[in-house]
Every structure is written in C-alpha cells, then in structure tokens.
C-alpha cells in the first residue's frame, strides 16, 4: 500500500479502537446530501430509525418500515466515504429471534452498503446480538430508552435511575460480552453513564449521558435547528437552519408577489445576443 493509498471507509474495528484515544463523533443522517455535509467530520454515521418522526412525520420509531431503512440506508451510502455507515433495525424486524435478525440485518447491509446494523435491547437481546457477530454482522447495541419500547416504558423518560441503575450495568455488560462494537447510551444519568462507560472495554456512545462517554450522537435535524417539534433537554442547537429556512420561504412568497422575481437576470432572451460557448 502507498502512502497515497485513497482514504477507505472507518470499519467497526477503527471505532472499537477509539475508546480511551479520541472522542468518536457521530450524528444521523438519512439522505445524500445530509450524508455529504456530516462525512468529512463524523466517525461514524447512523441512518436512526428516528426518519420516521424527522422526516416523514410519525409520531415514534413504531411505523418505521424495513423498506423505509433500505431507502434511506442506500442514499446515505451514496454519500459517505470516509465515516462508518450503521443502519438501525426497525421494530419488528429482529425480536423474533436470531433467525429472522439475521435475515433482515443481512438484507439491510447487502441492500445499502451499511458497515454495522444497530438493535435496540440489553440482556434479552445478547443472544441475538452473539448470532449476528458469529454471521458476520457487525452490531451496535443501544441500551437506556430505547424509543421503539416507548409503550413499554410508558414514555421517553430517563433510564436507571435509582435502584434501576443496576438493570441497566447488566444490559451493558450482557451485550458487550455477546460482541457488540459499541454501544448507545441513551437518556442515563450522568454517573452511570460513566460508570458503565468505565467499566466497559467498548465504547460508550451517549445521548442524553454524559460528556464522559466515549462519543456522542445527535439527531441532525435536531442539532441543526431543522426538527422543531419539540427539543429534548439534550439537544444543542449548534445552527438554527428551520428559522432561516422559514425566512427564505417568506421572502421568496414576497418576492414572487411583489412580481419582484424572477429578475432580468434569471430570464431568457429571445434572440441570442452572442454566440454560446
Ligand atoms: O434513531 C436514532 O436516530 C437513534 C439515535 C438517536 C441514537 O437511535
């Protein structure tokens, strides 16, 4: 290999690696040109079941269909050439048991060039996690509120609080030992985010966690200022693209009916006045 060789796509092993180096940086994406923006910074890119509610307006992850994690999976792949693709599975495609996992996972990364698919669950879901690391499936695992348990969880309240915490060590440790790369931290308070972030020897991935874990993730439309429906008390605002969106709409009906544009500059001539290059 030349020290010129092109950069290639970060795998499940270069993240892995990460923990104790350097924070790993992640945020969602589910289209092409989203994927062209987050690529030159995130380490790893994650094509979240949360389309549903971003961009096609469901109220939970629920409804989010495999044909939809396909679609979306394929045009982020498109975009992506350095950070790792990891493709969430919907709800219903994988608790059945490891089988019918399998066969999902396999289609997802065959389907859209995904590196890694990501399940949520903790204990009950080792099993499965240790069939798809066996079958050559690479597998993120997310513990803590995992939305797609919404109902069973009676809302998106924060996890292992209290006596809870020691529920949620055990997820942590059940699915780094069944061979997940890293894990999603999601809505944990903060000092057991660092506990099970130190006790672990994957990284730790949060949202809603700690600064402490070993990467963070965001919903893009929600960092961006794009999501607007509501913000979740870990959410940063890092851009404020849904109000300047709103502004350029507002101008441009002003200007269409002001018949202020199209300007001279945007029309056609009839005649050519030189000749094209
Ligand atoms: O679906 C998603 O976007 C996620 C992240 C928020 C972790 O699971």
Known sequence: MSATSPARAKMPSDIAAMKGVSP??????????????VDGHCDL?????????????LPSTL??????????GR????????ALVV??????SYEEGPAQAFANAARLMAETGAGAVKLEGGRHMADTIAFLVARGVPVMAHIGLTPQAVNTLGGYKVQGRGDDAQRLRDDAVAVAQAGAFAVVLEKVPATLADEITAMLAIPTVGIGASAGCDGQVLVVDDMLGMFTGFRPKFVRRFGELGAAAEQAVADYAAAVRAREFPGAEHVFASELKEPQK
């Open 63 to 72: 409804g989010v269909t495999m044909e939809m994690m396909v679609l979306h």
């Open 45 to 57: 890119v994650l094509v979240g079941d949360s389309v549903g509610m971003v961009l096609h307006g």
């Open 75 to 82: 045009a982020v792949a498109r975009g992506i050439s350095r």
């Open 87 to 92: 493709i969430d599975m919907p709800f219903g």
């Open 24 to 37: 790993i940086v992640c945020l969602t994406a589910y289209t092409t040109p989203m994927a062209r923006v």
